[in-house]
């Protein structure tokens, strides 16, 4: 059974989803709202790689690159969550 944790609290205009649009991947986390209903502007995949990513492929590789530090980093977090505290 996994259990939840806060990752972040975020407000107005902050961005959701980025790390799943620049590597494909499935998301690493859920956004619960709360205090009311959400506003949200959903970019397909494909537009945000066809129109805002940079054309050039050193900075694709990077920007990958830089997902997958994040994803494994956030990984690391959520095992250390898991594990009993040591005394």
Do not use: I
């Not at 107005?12 to 991947?25: A, C, H, N």
Request: glycine share 10%; aromatic share 2%; net charge positive.
């Amino acid at each position: 059974q996994e259990r939840e944790s806060r990752v972040a609290e975020l407000g107005p205009g902050e961005v959701v989803g980025e790390l799943s649009l620049l590597d494909g991947s499935p998301r690493s986390a859920t956004v619960v709202p709360e205090g009311g209903p959400l506003r949200v502007l959903r970019v397909p995949a494909q537009a945000f790689r066809e129109r805002l990513l940079p054309r050039g492929r050193v900075s694709r590789s990077l920007l990958l690159t830089l997902t997958q530090r994040l994803r494994g980093l956030s990984a690391r977090l959520s095992e250390s969550e898991r594990q009993p505290a040591a005394r």
